[in-house]
């Protein structure tokens, strides 16, 4: 079973960057991963993902531009980089791992709190 762990949450203000850490264990150079957000009374939104290879990257239209995701799977690390937060930014995020490669998410983090005040 993946295990799946975010950090680097926090509270910042309007404007500032922000990094995620997502760590996910077993084999995870052939990983599909994603970034995942969900704010109070809202229901589950897709942030970015990144292929195995880091060939393929995907952005929600709410954060393309301002938000950057990439890897290390010799650390068998994630990073989500965000930059130029906004207080609609303010949501749970949390991190999924797709071990079997077919964009399908199978194991999830417990996530982590990302609140922007403005």
């Known amino acids: 079973q993946v295990h799946v762990v975010e950090s680097g949450g926090g509270l910042v203000q309007a404007g500032d960057s922000l990094l995620l850490s997502c760590t996910a264990s077993?084999?995870?150079?052939?990983?599909?991963m994603g970034w995942f957000r969900q704010a109070p009374g809202k229901e589950r939104e897709f942030v970015a993902s990144?292929?195995?290879?880091?060939?393929?990257?995907d952005y929600g239209p709410s954060v393309e531009g301002r938000f950057a995701i990439s890897r290390d799977n010799a650390k068998k690390t994630v990073f989500l980089q965000m930059s130029s937060l906004k207080s609609e930014d303010t949501a749970v995020y949390y991190c999924?791992?797709?071990?079997?490669?077919?964009?399908?998410?199978?194991?999830w983090g417990q996530g982590t709190q990302v609140t922007v005040s403005s």
């Open positions: 990144i292929s195995w290879s880091s060939i393929s990257i």
């Open positions: 999924a791992a797709d071990p079997d490669s077919d964009w399908t998410y199978d194991a």
């Open positions: 077993g084999n995870f150079r052939i990983y599909n």
